[in-house]
């Protein structure tokens, strides 16, 4: 009787089929016409002309793309080098039974929470060269010729739109890591303890190595979310000034929606997509976990 | 031995604790600051802004900055949209990621631990990569410009990680209540409606949450898909309202706030359940 309720196979298919259906149809197909594309020239009215892999020579050859693909490598090394080692310092002091351990953890993770849109909106205001809030504090503390257009001059565009994400996604790592942190055993620390372990020792020979699955999620979480930014820049800059802060995500978007080169905007996405792939498996291929 | 134990803490820690606790309030200063501030500009206006003191409380609350982002700034109409397409997208992938996630856990069929694996691959994918191929295809079914063109690839991109937090929560429930709940002659729909699904509560909690923020916050695919004004999200009316609005701080700030409140609210009355569902998502191994 169990057997026969447990595999009808009417009930599995009315489970299993509409979601098949739906996530075939809208995620998977998709990547495969998606190269198709890639391989066109295409405007997107008509039949576009099979053009081979003429698209993706011209991505690592136009001086544009290019730097759009340092751009995200350089957020990608601000992640991994600023952001989570803040993450990580934050995460260990919270796990550490410090006082206010709750009500610290819930306010960092205040921003991961709200829309990049509002965020990028938020910044660009507190940038702003002439009434900005950044501005306006320097000023306060004296420190007024520093002030300048942040967002709008080639030198500090790109750190100026850098610092809303790090911002943003700082809690969200620190709680990822707290949460991997607190699940290490209390003995351990105990016995590090009757050991006259410090606690920056005990951090760097015990917490941290035991926090390596934890870690290695950050990692990839950190590099994927550097390459497939684009809210923020969107929002923030557009890419500008002069495509300082230009990243594949919004270069693939202008190249689709703003000149009609949907063969060539295809084929950034592409990239991103094995980009995104191919960094998790180095990740996951040199950081063994269990 | 016991007493020096007890008595070196007390007077070593409060230094060390007082540096600590001064550097965890700066932090929480530095991310929280900037959204009080929005807070205050939302209440001024140009004069206040542009006169300098940008830092400081307003001089009188202008709430009628919230009453003209609502009726002039059409916060309104983009407010419900997105709680429109938000909920009917929770609802949808709650219905589908647990029946799926029910099937492939505990239902015994060939193909089960293939289905998996090409829904998990999912998670993976960059909602990139569907952009221009889901353009076409919405552009050729007249379908740009409806709630749907972003519902169903809002499910869609749900999926994966639904699948994954459900499935790992069905694998938990004992066999035995499966197998009374059959003796006792329920068929399976009734035991995985009635006896299954409401064990897994937290998990569907979790799962509404996760698809709460991803939806809510989304903006390539709601702007790509959706360019009429009465069909706008929040996310991208903010957009267009910053063009309109470009030189009143007040209003715009006041359009920031509204579509920040319902996160922060739900965020600090389910502030632990939020913060679990956030972990759930990240470890998927």
Known sequence: ?290 | MSTAEMALPKRTIPIGTILLQAFLILVAITQIYPLIWLAFFSLKDNSEIFSGDVANLPKQFLWSNYAKALSEGHVLTYFFNSVFVTAVSIILVLILSSMTGYAITRMNWKLSGLTLTIILLGMMVPIHAALLPLFMVLKNLGLLNSYWSLIIPYVAFGIPMAVFILGSFFRGVPRELEEAAVIDGCGIYRTFFSIILPLVRPAISTVAIFTFLSCWNELMFAVTFINKESMQTLTVGMMSMVGTYITQWGIIGAGLMITTIPTIIIYLLLNKQVQKSMIAGAVKG
């Open chain 1, 1 to 290: 009787m169990m057997n026969s309720v447990f595999s009808n196979k009417t009930a599995i298919t009315i489970f299993v089929l509409p979601t098949l259906l739906i996530f075939c149809a809208i995620v998977l197909v998709p990547i495969f016409v998606s190269s198709y594309y890639s391989l066109l020239d295409w405007n997107g009215v008509g039949k576009g002309a099979y053009i081979g892999f003429h698209n993706y020579v011209e991505l690592f050859t136009d001086s544009r793309a290019l730097n759009s693909m340092k751009n995200s490598l350089l957020f990608a090394a601000a992640s991994i080098f600023i952001q989570l080692p803040l993450s990580l310092l934050l995460a260990l002091i919270l796990a550490s039974n410090v006082k206010g351990e709750g009500f610290y953890r819930t306010v960092y993770f205040i921003p991961v929470l709200i829309s990049t849109v509002v965020i990028a909106q938020l910044w660009s205001k507190i940038y702003n060269a002439d009434y900005g809030l950044l501005n306006t504090l320097l000023e306060n503390v004296g420190l007024s010729h520093l002030a300048q257009d942040w967002l709008g001059q080639k030198k500090t565009a790109l750190i100026a739109s850098f610092i809303p994400t790090l911002w943003q996604y700082i809690g969200y790592h620190m709680l990822l890591m707290y949460a991997g942190a607190k699940s290490i055993s209390q003995d351990i620390f105990e016995a590090a303890k009757i050991d006259g372990a410090s606690r920056v020792r005990t951090a760097f020979l015990i917490t941290i190595p035991l926090m390596k699955p934890v870690l290695k999620v950050c990692l990839v979480f950190s590099v994927i979310g550097a390459f497939k930014v684009f809210d923020l820049i969107y929002v923030l800059t557009g890419g500008g000034p002069f495509f300082t802060t230009e990243v594949p995500s919004t270069l693939m978007y202008t190249t689709i929606f703003d000149t009609y080169r949907y063969g060539y905007g295809s084929a950034i996405s592409v990239f991103i997509i094995l980009e995104c792939l191919v960094v998790t498996l180095i990740i996951n291929k040199f950081i063994k976990t269990e």
